[in-house]
């Protein structure tokens, strides 16, 4: 004796409903995305050379010392834009420098760094709301250097 007995009809609707709700999930992760961009300088020097610049706060500092070998970063300058879904857009960080970001399938972006309106360095990175990664081109190990934080801002 079978405790549950499903008919042919009872069935179809029963995959149909399990397909359809498997199918919305997908569908409800693919949104766009709402980042920051910062364009940061890092150096040796305790004074930026610019008044503009702004230090970064001593928690990111903290964290980007472990990974490069400077004592100070400034943000140069700080753009929030959205990236549609499965769609690209291009933030403008200086008047050489722009970075193109890719929304890709999963929590994954393809971020293109673009110096000179030429393609100069790409790379795929993992990103999920609330937080951040620092994407650099190969010249980061100099005296100064550039690199990008682009954080996934959460939509509260």
Same mark, same amino acid.
């Given at each position: 004796?079978?405790?549950? &007995?499903?008919?042919? &009809?009872?069935? &179809?609707?029963?995959?149909? $409903?399990?397909?359809?709700?498997?199918?919305?999930?997908?569908?409800?992760?693919?949104?766009?995305? !709402?980042?920051?961009?910062?364009?940061?300088? @890092?150096?040796?020097?305790?004074?930026?050379?610019?008044?503009? /610049?702004?230090?970064?706060?001593?928690?990111?500092?903290? !964290?980007?010392?472990?990974?490069?070998?400077?004592?100070?970063?400034?943000?140069?300058?700080?753009?929030?834009?959205?990236?549609? $879904? &499965?769609?690209?857009?291009?933030?403008?960080? $200086? @008047?050489?420098? $722009?970075?193109?970001?890719?929304?890709?399938?999963?929590?994954?972006?393809?971020?293109?760094?673009?110096?000179?309106?030429?393609?100069? /360095?790409?790379?795929?990175k993992e990103i999920r709301k609330g937080e951040w990664f620092v994407?650099?081109?190969?010249?980061?190990?100099?005296? /100064? @250097?550039?690199?990008?934080?682009?954080?996934?801002?959460?939509?509260?």
């Amino acid at each position: 004796m079978s405790l549950l &007995r499903f008919s042919g &009809r009872g069935i &179809r609707p029963l995959l149909f $409903s399990i397909c359809f709700l498997a199918l919305g999930g997908v569908v409800a992760q693919a949104k766009e995305l !709402k980042l920051e961009v910062k364009l940061i300088w @890092g150096t040796n020097d305790e004074k930026s050379p610019k008044k503009e /610049h702004a230090p970064v706060d001593e928690a990111t500092a903290a !964290k980007l010392r472990k990974v490069f070998p400077w004592k100070y970063y400034f943000v140069e300058k700080k753009v929030t834009g959205v990236v549609p $879904s &499965r769609g690209s857009n291009q933030f403008k960080m $200086s @008047g050489k420098c $722009s970075i193109e970001i890719t929304e890709l399938e999963g929590p994954r972006v393809e971020v293109k760094l673009i110096g000179k309106g030429e393609p100069v /360095h790409k790379a795929i990175k993992e990103i999920r709301k609330g937080e951040w990664f620092v994407y650099t081109g190969d010249d980061a190990k100099r005296e /100064h @250097g550039w690199l990008v934080i682009i954080t996934a801002l959460d939509e509260k």
